[in-house]
């Protein structure tokens, strides 16, 4: 159970190009959702909390008009990287929680974004 | 804050060893901890939990050991298994859940 799916794995696309990454949760119903950006032998860094049906919230030095997030359903989150540049070729990971008390989030696989 | 650091701390131990993995949490108002293991290009999977109301929590051939005292959280491995190898995160976090704030990982690395 508690089978979080995130496509796509890999993007590589041109700079100014936007990308959007889509974050599932298969066997539960996610009231919570976060996305995390990981760079090389470091650990997660939380971007943004995303709560169904409200605005996220964005952590501090994360730009929400470069980082467009959607929570439009108990199962679905989507991250958009607007006019994507080199500086945001990174591992994207987004996590999924019921919500409930002390319930674990679990993770997506990851997407690899590349700019060129 | 977020847990940042330009080199990943690395345990090397023979297979079929124990292995324990240490973490120093930052935040005394914490009461959720997790422990999480990240395999190369996937995502940070799930090991065990624990709350803050408890000092040791055992699973299948893990347990986690949780001293508030001194803000220091381990992962025990036992029996150690080159499937073990992997970046392990642990993970702190207040109110019963929510937002987590993961420590700067370990890189367990098993010799067959």
């Known amino acids: 159970g508690a089978v979080v799916s995130q496509h796509p794995s890999r993007v590589i696309c041109k700079s100014g190009t936007s990308v959007k990454i889509e974050c599932r949760s298969l066997?539960?119903?996610?009231?919570?959702m976060f996305w995390y950006r990981q760079f090389p032998k470091q650990s997660l860094m939380l971007m943004a909390t995303?709560?169904?049906?409200?605005?996220?919230?964005?952590e501090q030095g994360v730009e929400k008009d470069k980082f467009l997030i959607n929570h439009a359903s108990l199962t679905l989150s989507t991250l958009t990287v607007t006019s994507a540049h080199p500086e945001d070729s990174s591992f994207y990971i987004c996590?999924?929680?019921?919500?409930?008390?002390?319930?674990?989030?679990?993770f997506g696989d990851g997407t690899r974004l590349s700019i060129l | 804050g977020e847990s940042v650091g330009l080199h990943l701390p690395t345990l090397s131990v023979q297979e079929g060893d124990n292995s324990i993995i240490n973490c120093a949490y930052s935040?005394?108002?914490?009461?959720?901890f997790i422990w999480y293991k990240q395999e190369s290009g996937k995502g940070p999977q799930f090991i065990i939990d624990i709350r803050s109301n408890m000092d040791k929590r055992q699973g299948q051939r893990v347990t986690v050991l949780l001293n508030k005292t001194v803000k220091h959280l381990s992962l025990q491995i036992a029996a150690t298994q080159p499937g073990d190898s992997a970046v392990y995160f642990c993970a702190e976090a207040y109110n019963q859940g929510g937002k987590l704030i993961f420590g700067q990982g370990t890189e367990l690395s098993v010799k067959p």
């Open positions: 066997d539960f119903q996610a009231t919570t």
């Open positions: 996590s999924a929680t019921t919500g409930g008390s002390y319930q674990p989030q679990h």
């Open positions: 995303s709560n169904e049906g409200s605005k996220a919230t964005y």
């Open positions: 935040n005394s108002a914490s009461d959720y």
